[in-house]
Nanobody, 124 residues
């Protein structure tokens, strides 16, 4: 089992950057695929990015491709989401998720473990 805690959210202006972090408990972080999802008010939770166990493979939603980079540091049990050129439509609660072997990395229901989320608000 793994526990996840996100941090790094906040209120920024459009065009700014933020780096979100997700710290995981336990000694087996490297066995998990990690994903970032977001949920805006009144909308379903949507995929943002994911990264394989060793970091060699990354996946991005079309809506963020080119603006967002996911990375991980297995020695620190942490996954990051660097977000640049933020837009108002990026406003949402951002969640990190973990799963040992997600069937489809872009689907929320493929992940067993979730953090509590961190709010990102982008003013236009």
């Amino acid at each position: 089992q793994v526990q996840l805690v996100e941090s790094g959210g906040g209120l920024v202006q459009a065009g700014a950057s933020l780096r979100l972090s997700c710290a995981a408990s336990g000694r087996t972080f490297s066995i998990y695929y990690m994903g970032w999802f977001r949920q805006a008010p009144g909308k379903e939770r949507e995929f943002v990015a994911a990264i394989s166990r060793g970091g060699g493979s990354t996946y991005y939603a079309d809506s963020v491709k080119g603006r967002v980079t996911i990375s991980r540091d297995n020695a620190k049990n942490t996954v990051y989401l660097q977000m640049n050129s933020l837009k108002h439509e990026d406003t949402a609660v951002y969640y990190c998720a973990a799963d040992r072997s997600p069937v489809v990395v872009t689907r929320p229901n493929a992940y067993d473990y979730w953090g509590q989320g961190t709010q990102v608000t982008v003013s236009s």
